[in-house]
């Protein structure tokens, strides 16, 4: 590979963007052209690529194996590999994908489906045990892993409880086709017409439900999923009817159903003490690892600690060691009055107190320990140099250089940055952080910078570009400086062209709608093309947060859930009986894109306010107590 002077630069420039163009064209003769023109720029494997991705799943597997050899470990072989496993499984051709597995090291979640049907098409037994979620999964989930779980059915590693366990989830969620699947494989015929007729009207079936049989057992599950989704108040007053009479683990299997329904219908139902007691009464039946997280965020919005003890002892390995659910095991054991169970909380905290993200910081407050001093280790001149030579970053670099679409520069940038984490070279990571830092391209620089294992720099992390506008506007509006770069952080960071898919803009990702009403309440004229410049959308932004805070309690944790899904939802998930603690309200956030937003925010306005000089920080003083949701 040469180096890319400017004058490659320039050359690989009208290439790459050209060969694009006539890719996206599908003109393979043009590619042929400029893969032998290319072959020796850093982006000299784009049309190789793309001439192989025009018809992939016609591809012998050795042209896959021999792109991934000559470019090994590279951003786009793997891709290749992978999407190349993808369509071989959609055709259901696994000996052809088979010796093309070891070249996909990164998948997502539909690849690692993928990847596993293969597997196990060639009798790998270690995936049953590896994907047991996946096969207890109701949640929505790809294609590809849907796939997998009913070639599980056919392992004989699977016992008849995995398999009751399996139909009684799929049947609360109403998957009728895949219960019907899942029944036949422990000898249970279940009738689609009749599902089809309990669909319809599950209140009147489960008025007169006969009892005796498996099968009826079966239809009393699904009945009681269907009338829970539609109407949880009728559910409610049903079950215990439907449950009386019918063996043990059914009745655990029906409320089960209407717990757990009930915990994922907060949007639609509000937060609801029932929920949780049908959950408490459905312990004892194994619980999925979607049913168990469920539980424990019911028993955390109730502060029923021994609930949620249990709940999370239900999880699977992995989820259990999750540093959110071992921060709730320690505030659930620090509850209870023995001094052993307050020692392993102890113990728990101490060990959560070594990172900085959000859980972290949270255990460091229940110690008592502060946030002092960032870290500004700086990469060494070595390292400067090792990232010229790097032909990942080189790529990434390239790239951007070229204003080539995000899509290309994030994938070799986000790859570049995986191969340094996964050698633990933090020397590297940080030069390429301060790189793009110097730049200005800091959505990049905090990528790489927030993969260090030890070495840290917090100004490539935490960077506070535009401060005097920051710090300024947001005295003006009366809120902490550190939280509005928090969020901004969030938002965007801090890619002053960043586009929602909603339409939200700039730094602060403001909406149109919400422009438009701050520029009224603000006296001024709105002007759409005014979003784009920082001034003025860090001024209507800090404007608008200020404003929810007001609506909001006051609360920091209250607005920023209402800058990202609306003031009138975060209110709606406020208590109604009595003042809950911040971090209570915050994990039980019915809505993921939030809860993980909220968390986030807090976290990065920690750091800021460490970076702003405001002294040494606590999460916990920023996430006061949320009052009861007032009646107004």
């Not at 004058?7 to 694009?20: K, P, T």
């Not at 590279?74 to 290749?80: C, N, P």
């Not at 989830?169 to 998957?175: C, D, K, T, V, Y």
């Not at 940055?417 to 070279?425: I, P, S």
């Amino acid at each position: 590979m040469t180096c890319l002077g400017s004058m490659g630069v320039q050359a690989a420039e009208a290439q790459f963007n050209d060969a694009l163009n006539a890719s996206n064209a599908g003109n393979i003769e043009l590619l042929q052209q400029y893969r032998a023109a290319m072959q020796n720029d850093a982006l000299g494997y784009y049309p190789e690529y793309w001439i192989l991705n025009q018809n992939l799943a016609m591809q012998p597997a050795s042209q896959i194996i021999n792109f991934a050899q000559r470019y090994p470990q590279s951003a786009m072989a793997e891709k290749l590999a992978a999407d190349y496993v993808e369509e071989k499984v959609k055709q259901a051709d696994f000996a052809t994908a088979q010796p093309v597995l070891s070249y996909v090291t990164n998948p997502d979640q539909a690849e690692s489906c993928a990847v596993a049907q293969v597997r196990a098409k060639n009798g790998d037994p270690l995936v049953y045990a590896e994907y047991k979620d996946v096969w207890l999964t109701t949640n929505s989930q790809p294609e590809s892993c849907t796939g997998l779980g009913r070639m599980m059915l056919s392992s004989p590693l699977l016992t008849k409880e995995d398999r009751q366990q399996r139909l009684w989830g799929q049947l609360r969620a109403g998957q009728s086709g895949q219960a019907i699947a899942t029944a036949q494989s422990i000898g249970l015929n279940l009738s689609l017409a009749q599902l089809n007729t309990i669909q319809a009207d599950p209140t009147s079936y489960l008025w007169s439900a006969p009892k005796a049989t498996a099968a009826d057992h079966a239809y009393l599950v699904y009945a009681m999923g269907r009338l829970t989704d539609s109407d949880f108040n009728s559910a409610l007053s049903a079950v215990r009817r439907a449950a009386e009479g019918t063996p043990e683990q059914v009745q655990k299997a029906l409320y089960r159903a209407v717990g757990y329904i009930g915990g994922t219908t907060v949007m639609k139902n509000n937060f609801n003490r029932e929920a949780l007691n049908y959950l408490d009464l459905s312990y004892g039946l194994p619980f999925s690892p979607e049913e168990a997280e469920i539980y424990a965020r019911q028993a955390i919005r109730f502060s029923a600690w021994e609930s949620l003890i249990r709940a999370i002892d239900a999880m699977s390995v992995n989820q259990k060691q999750e540093d959110r659910w071992q921060y709730w095991l320690a505030r659930a054991s620090e509850q209870r009055g023995d001094a052993s169970s307050k020692k392993a909380a102890e113990t728990i905290y101490r060990k959560l107190a070594q990172g900085d993200d959000y859980h972290n910081l949270l255990a460091r407050d229940r110690l008592g320990q502060l946030t002092l001093s960032p870290q500004m280790s700086q990469p060494s001149a070595q390292a400067m140099q090792r990232l010229n030579q790097d032909i990942h970053f080189r790529r990434a670099f390239a790239l951007k250089n070229i204003n080539a679409p995000a899509t290309y520069i994030n994938r070799e940038w986000n790859w570049a940055v995986r191969q340094a984490y996964l050698k633990k070279d933090d020397d590297l990571l940080l030069a390429a952080a301060k790189r793009a830092h110097d730049m200005g391209w800091h959505d990049r620089a905090i990528y790489a910078a927030d993969r260090t294992a030890s070495k840290h720099n917090y100004s490539y992390r935490f960077p506070m570009p535009y401060q005097s506008y920051v710090v300024t506007h947001s005295q003006n509006a009366g809120i902490d400086p550190a939280w509005a770069y928090g969020l901004m952080r969030q938002e965007s960071r801090f890619n002053t062209v960043a586009r929602s898919h909603v339409g939200a803009g700039g730094l602060m990702q403001i909406m149109p709608d919400t422009a438009k009403l701050v520029a009224r309440q603000m006296g001024e004229t709105y002007n759409p093309a005014a979003l784009s410049d920082m001034n003025t959308n860090i001024r209507y932004g800090t404007f608008y947060l200020s404003t929810i805070q007001r609506q909001l309690s006051n609360s920091p944790v209250l607005a920023t859930a209402g800058y990202n899904a609306g003031p009138n939802r975060a209110r709606r998930w406020q208590p109604e009986f009595q003042g809950i603690a911040a971090d209570q309200y915050t994990e039980t956030i019915p809505l993921t894109e939030t809860r993980d937003y909220v968390k986030h925010v807090m976290t990065n306005a920690t750091h800021y306010g460490v970076l702003l000089g405001q002294g040494a920080q606590s999460i916990g003083k920023r996430m006061n107590i949320i009052p009861l949701r007032s009646t107004q």
